[in-house]
Structures are given as structure tokens and as C-alpha cells.
């Protein structure tokens, strides 16, 4: 876990997302606290992830998602020597289909 991260007020957020009960209020307080653009750009980069993780090529992530490749990488690199977020996550839950 990165320590520069590890602030009070920063498990303060945490603690507050933490206590969200349901998707309502996820879209409540996240379009209270993020700009639509952060939004989008945090589901982006969750999509590409899931994307990497179901073995799709970075061109076909492009085209799905908008993604640069800058961010398909940032994220791949994240699936390969990050702390492990996005698998403990896609773990958890199932990939909503369209």
C-alpha cells in the first residue's frame, strides 16, 4: 500500500463510500464529489481493466472504450504490479451485461 495515500482524511473518504448502502446512492454522493468527467474517467479506466483481465488486445479496448493507450497501459501496469485492487474486486462482483 502506498503510505502517501494513507492520510486521515483520505480513510475519512473511505469510511464515507464504505457506508453507501446501494448503486443510488453511489450516483448521489460520487456526482456530489466528482466531476462527470472524473467519473468517467475512474469507469473508464475500471472497464479497461476488466477488459485486460478477459485477455482483450489494447486496439479492441481502444475501440470499445475511448481509452487511450497511455491509460490502457497505466492500467495494465497497475493488473501486473499494483497492489492487487482490481483483482480483489473482480472477485467480488460480476460484470453487469449490456
Known amino acids: ?3 502517501k495515500i494513507k492520510t486521515p482524511a483520505v480513510d475519512f473518504l473511505f469510511d464515507a463510500i464504505l457506508s453507501l448502502e446501494n448503486r443510488e446512492e453511489c450516483y448521489t454522493f460520487f456526482e456530489d464529489i ?3 468527467n472524473e467519473l468517467l474517467s475512474l469507469s473508464q479506466r ?3 481493466a476488466h477488459m485486460l483481465t478477459q485477455h482483450n488486445t489494447y486496439l479492441e479496448i481502444a475501440e ?3 481509452a487511450s493507450t497511455a491509460t490502457i497501459s497505466r492500467v495494465n501496469r497497475s493488473l501486473n ?3 492487487d485492487g482490481y483483482s480483489l474486486v473482480f472477485s467480488r462482483i460480476e460484470k ?3
Open 96 to 98: 453487469p451485461e449490456k
Open 1 to 3: 500500500m502506498n503510505n
Open 81 to 83: 504490479y499494483g497492489n
Open 46 to 48: 475500471f472497464e479497461v
Open 64 to 66: 470499445k472504450t475511448g
Open 34 to 36: 466528482c466531476t462527470i
